[in-house]
């Protein structure tokens, strides 16, 4: 919620809320061994990343990343609580009690981070249209340019466009015939 609330509402029990320090800006909850879900990772506006149970809300563990809001979270490792989490400057961090420090700074992303997934050994980013896949030391394995497609469309519309107002100039630059009055003979 805008206050900094967050609340678990099961379809059956009671209605858990607590408040955050500050608003949440991402949640990702994680299903246990029993396969319900049973912890909840919320990432907030001031770059912390609080990992509550569910369903009481306990906090079992916190982590603070520089860079701003936190804009997505992954979890690398359920068991082991290992989470990716990218920032609003693009800063992408791996946090959790098996890290050394607790908290690693991965690499910056060149822009915003809509989302972060793992996929084997690349981390694949999408900011808006864009993707782009990483190595695990920050090195670019692939770029995907989302945008090119509106582009081209963009420039197949100006040409259509241009077509459409010089024909137009072309006719409306045409000397039109004289129309003669002819009397109607009846």
């Not at 791996?94 to 997934?117: A, C, I, K, Q």
């Not at 420039?155 to 009055?181: F, G, H, Y």
Request: contains cysteine; aromatic residues 6%; charged residues 20%.
């Amino acid at each position: 919620m805008d206050d900094g609330s967050i609340a678990w509402r099961p379809h059956l029990g009671t209605r858990v809320q607590m408040k955050l320090g500050a608003v949440a800006t991402v949640l990702l909850a994680l299903k246990g061994p029993t396969g319900s879900y049973d912890v909840v990772a919320v990432g907030d506006a001031t770059g912390c990343i609080s990992i509550l149970t569910l369903p009481r809300l306990d906090t079992v563990d916190k982590f603070c990343i520089e860079g701003g809001i936190v804009r997505s979270i992954y979890a690398v490792s359920e068991s082991s609580g290992k989470f990716l989490a990218a920032a609003q400057d693009g800063s992408v961090w791996v946090v959790g009690t098996d890290v050394p420090g607790r908290v690693v700074h991965l690499f910056t992303h060149t822009g915003p981070v809509t989302s972060l997934r793992v996929h084997g050994d690349c981390i694949l980013i999408q900011s808006g249209w864009n993707r782009r896949t990483y190595d695990w030391t920050g090195e670019t394995t692939n770029v995907f340019d989302g945008t090119h497609h509106f582009k081209m469309k963009q420039t197949e519309r100006a040409n259509r466009r241009a077509r459409i107002l010089e024909s137009e100039q072309l006719r409306n630059d045409k000397v039109q015939p004289l129309m003669l009055d002819l009397p109607a003979i009846g």
